[in-house]
């Protein structure tokens, strides 16, 4: 509709959908003076839109407007306009057709109305946002995998156990580096040669240097949740489980091959059970850690 300055006489535009039903005060630009401006009704139902046909600006409602408020169309002239424009030429349908035609255009016109819907959205949500195609409307977009605490908390508590088996297996090896057959010869009739050497001092520390990379390359597959880290991490705990038990038999046997010829059973039932008790207490930790990796809190969380 168009206002007027009472002061300095200065008109202008403004749509009606910016002026509630009772009215608004304005100030004007040029001189500051405060009026009082109320909506006027429209001459005719024609000269006003609820559907802008430039912009597809929309109020949504029973609300129509004069003038969009986002482009600026003045529904007076675009009506004159179409009213010159020449109407298209008719063409004649089969009585039998009307039905059909009009299920046929009403498809169209819904399918035109979800476009132009996603279209708006898409607008509100940030002129910065890639356009949304037709047909992509509801493709999904590629998030990373987060691991959820109970994994995280797991698989870091298997990375730092995994690196204190490997320091503890490197500086077994390196002891055994450095130790020579002559160095241990007290314990053999003559010097023992590199296999047997290897077997009594080396195979340990290798072998446990070997499980700590198993279970740190396990454990990182674990926090990546890829498939089959579950099982792959549950298996390094069986061989920790495995290897514990062979340390703690080598251990007993060792006790009973150090021991004199008239040794009392008490000495060897003193190195079966300390051999028995640190193979529990180590075992009971891995034994746990296999427990939770079958629950459900895991398990859901990794396609078998």
């Known amino acids: 509709m168009k206002i ?3 002061n300095c006489k200065l008109s202008g535009q403004v749509s009606d959908i910016n002026i509630p039903p009772e009215g608004r005060y304005m100030d004007c630009p040029r001189c500051k003076t405060n009026f009082f401006i109320q909506k006027k009704a429209a001459a005719n139902w024609g000269e006003t839109l609820n559907e802008c046909p430039r912009c597809s600006f929309s109020t949504f409602s029973a609300e129509r407007f004069d003038i969009c408020p986002q482009c600026g169309l003045d529904a007076k002239v675009y009506s004159e306009q179409r009213k010159n424009q020449p109407s298209p030429r008719k063409v004649d349908l089969p009585a039998a057709a009307p039905a059909a035609v009009d299920r046929e255009t009403m498809r169209q016109e819904l399918e035109r109305l979800e476009r132009k819907e996603a279209e708006k959205r898409q607008q509100r949500a940030g002129s910065a946002a890639a356009p949304v195609l037709p047909g992509h409307l509801d493709e999904p977009v590629p998030t990373a995998s987060v691991a959820p605490p109970p994994v995280r908390y797991l698989g870091w ?3 730092a156990a995994s690196i204190a088996v490997l320091a503890h297996g490197i500086r077994g090896w390196y002891g055994y580096w450095i130790l020579t057959p002559k160095q241990v010869v007290a314990r053999y009739d003559d010097v023992p040669g590199p296999f047997k050497f290897f077997i ?4 340990q520390p290798f072998v446990q240097m070997l ?3 198993f279970v740190l390359v396990a454990a990182y597959q674990f926090l990546k949740m890829r498939p089959g880290a579950r099982r792959l991490l549950e298996a390094s705990t069986w061989c920790g489980v495995v290897f514990v038990v062979g340390s703690e038999a080598a251990n007993m046997f060792g006790w009973i091959g150090r021991s004199s010829s008239d040794a009392s059973i008490s000495y060897y039932l003193v190195g079966l059970a300390d051999s028995m008790l640190m193979a529990a207490l180590w075992s ?3 034994l746990a ?4 990796l079958r629950r459900d809190v895991i398990r859901d969380e ?3």
Not at 200 to 203: A, K
């Open 289 to 292: 850690a296999v427990w939770y």
């Open 200 to 203: 009594s001092y080396g195979l």
């Open 157 to 159: 508590g298997f990375v």
């Open 4 to 6: 007027e300055c009472p």
């Open 302 to 304: 990794f396609p078998e």
């Open 211 to 213: 499980l700590g990379l």
């Open 284 to 286: 009971a930790p891995l």
